[in-house]
């Protein structure tokens, strides 16, 4: 894979703590641990930041060890919709919550923590957790982020309409989030852009079809994040995306690991470059260095704001190049 380039990338969705990542795949071992691997694949790429994805209370206790190991790793803290039920199998929801609110402000002050989530509603599915605990528990994790005054990393699983409800309800209680791992129809995509403090997150899943693509197009791109949601959501040569993907990296079965080679069939960061490359494919964009940077910006003013100041702000703005 040839160097990157100025290309600076964010990936806003990565599942460090799935088993597949210290090599075990459906319970059994088939590869040593390969974390450093990954991360030194994914900075050759040009990814300068990773978020650790978080999605039950040890889950983001587990996303905030692996986040410290690295000064370019950051997590979430929150719950999956699919695992709320833990508040309530913990036997007491409300100490449960202020756990959760402890390893937030515990992150937070490490510098690590910078949204909370995943949360939202998943109703596909349902045979996890049903949809009224779901709803319960998507409402009461908007207390961890206007307590935090963190951003918001959001899940939206064929249930629309019950999302937007809980976020017009809540919006002054959030200042700004993303809609994660997008799939939706046309008329999802618009509801959630409705909203002017959300973005929406591309990974594979995606851009699978010639529909997905064409929803994408009337995806502003200063409303848009990349991420890849690994190991899973990786870009297959049967999506409607291959055909703009322009960048590879040679792949190997589990089964014979090498660990110059990324997995075949396991999603890792640095192929968030190809969500990037799908993007300016079906949108037309040729300047993909300067979709890039927008990409870039967009994660910024939401996760990281420290980084940006206003003379960048204004030239990011404007559309200039900096170079």
């Known amino acids: 894979m040839a160097s990157s380039g100025s290309l600076r990338m964010i990936d806003i969705a990565v599942n460090f703590t799935d088993g597949m990542f210290r090599g075990i795949y459906n319970g059994k071992q088939y590869h040593v641990a390969d974390i450093a691997t990954v991360l030194s694949r ?39 919709p699919t695992r709320c039920k833990e508040f309530d199998d913990s036997g007491d929801p409300e100490r449960h919550f202020q756990a959760l609110l402890s390893l937030a402000r515990e992150g937070v002050d490490k510098g690590k923590v910078v949204a909370v989530g995943e949360c939202g509603l998943d109703y596909d599915r349902l045979h996890f957790c049903p949809a009224e605990i779901q709803q319960k528990y998507f409402e009461k994790q908007f207390e961890l982020a206007h307590a935090m005054k963190l951003p918001m990393f959001l899940h939206m699983r064929a249930a629309a309409e019950d999302f937007c409800n809980i976020l017009e309800r809540n919006k002054h209680r959030f200042f700004s989030g993303v809609a994660h791992s997008f799939t939706g129809s046309a008329e999802d995509r618009d509801r959630l852009l409705s909203f002017d403090n959300l973005f929406i997150g591309l990974n594979g899943c995606s851009l699978r079809t010639a529909e997905n693509l064409e929803i994408v197009k009337g995806i502003p791109i200063d409303r848009l994040m990349i991420e890849t949601d690994s190991p899973y959501c990786e870009i297959k040569n049967t999506h409607a995306g291959i055909e703009y993907v322009q960048s590879s990296w040679q792949p190997k079965k589990k089964e014979k690991y090498d660990p110059e080679c990324v997995v075949k069939g396991r999603n890792e960061p640095c192929l968030v470059r190809q969500v990037l490359e799908v993007v300016a494919g079906c949108k037309g964009i040729a300047d993909i260095g300067q979709l890039g940077k927008t990409m870039y910006h967009n994660t910024c003013r939401v996760f990281f704001p420290q980084d940006l100041d206003s003379a960048a702000d204004a030239i990011l703005a404007s559309g200039q190049n900096t170079s």
């Open 42 to 80: 994914a900075w050759s790429a040009g990814v300068d930041r990773i978020i650790v994805t978080g999605g039950s209370l040890e889950e983001s206790k587990e996303a905030l060890s692996i986040a410290e190991t690295d000064a370019r790793l950051f997590c979430t803290v929150g719950v999956h």
